[in-house]
């Protein structure tokens, strides 16, 4: 593994366990119990390499929810975690601050005009969005509420 | 419906299945999103070529503007996205690639290989979708369809 593709890789193990550790922050209160457990993933651009994944189990021990590191090398993004639910799935990205651009440049009489246009509203800070099939092209930053509201719907659970 | 395995299954492994098509799901929307992106490109080349005719037709004009015709569908896909560099921003075009590079891994999962970079499927269509508004806006495509 080259050192960029090295760097890349411990940048996202880190926001993925920072993650993890906020979620279970959440849940500290509720009677959800969290295992984490090491996978690996292979990426082209890194080979193999380690990381945790994070399961979300009732209180009789059945499986609510999993949080399933898919990888860092994603486009448009820094990483890409699945949130695996009983019933449906979300996607959530690790994004820079104002994502993934497009820059176009136009003619417009004697001179070019360049305009950026980002490919999703709301990213105002660097972390993990959810970006909504509902409403094409907006982010939500990666909250407690929201957990609790992509929980309810891939899971149909409702936290307690 | 017995075709589905959905009959007689538990309720539990009915569920399990309803999962494991869904987070598969969202992975396969890319293939055919980019079936649709790679059969709408090649109509903005068609009308650039037909500017060849635009001219008087003569056998020898024709001639190269059915060769263009009958041998785009086997430019490769690279090859084509490419052409729009001009058009387009080189870095958009370079997404596009790794799209392709990402439906190909999908559609011929080599589990030997590892994966490239992953691409979600929105961020897949707005890619494959702002190229496209991006060449319908062109002027020059824009008057070629206007004369055509």
Wanted: no cysteine; charged share 25%.
């Amino acid at each position: 593994m080259n050192e960029n593709a090295a760097g890349k890789v411990s940048s996202f193990v880190d926001s993925v366990d920072r993650l993890f550790a906020e979620i279970e922050s959440w849940i500290a209160s509720t009677n959800l119990k969290r295992i984490q457990q090491e996978i690996e993933i292979s990426e082209e651009a890194s080979g193999k390499y380690k990381v945790n994944k994070l399961t979300l189990q009732d209180e009789d021990g059945k499986k609510i929810a999993e949080f399933l590191p898919v990888g860092t090398f994603i486009i448009g993004g820094n990483g890409r975690i699945d949130l695996n639910g009983t019933i449906d799935k979300a996607i959530i990205v690790n994004l820079k601050t104002g994502g993934p651009s497009m820059t176009t440049t136009t003619a417009v009489g004697d001179h070019a005009e360049t305009r950026t246009t980002s490919f999703y509203e709301g990213i105002n800070q660097q972390g993990w969005y959810w970006i909504e099939d509902r409403r094409r092209g907006k982010a939500n930053f990666f909250t407690k509420d929201l957990f609790v509201e992509l929980l309810r719907e891939v899971s149909d659970h409702e936290l307690s | 419906m017995n075709k589905t395995r959905f009959v007689g299954s538990a309720i539990d492994e009915a569920k399990a299945m309803i999962l494991d098509s869904r987070v598969n799901a969202d992975d396969f929307v890319i293939v055919p999103l980019w079936a649709i992106f790679e059969r709408k490109l090649p109509e903005y080349l068609q009308v650039e070529g037909s500017k060849i005719l635009q001219r008087t037709p003569t056998t020898f004009n024709t001639q190269v503007y059915q060769k263009v015709e009958n041998e785009m569908e086997y430019w490769k896909s690279d090859d084509v996205l490419d052409l729009f560099k001009s058009i387009v921003n080189s870095d958009l075009i370079g997404n596009a690639k790794q799209v392709k590079k990402y439906r190909d891994w999908i559609a011929h999962k080599n589990p030997k290989k590892g994966r490239p970079s992953n691409v979600p499927p929105q961020t897949a269509y707005r890619i494959l979708s702002d190229i496209i508004s991006v060449v319908e806006q062109h002027p020059e495509l824009k008057q070629a369809v206007t004369t055509a």
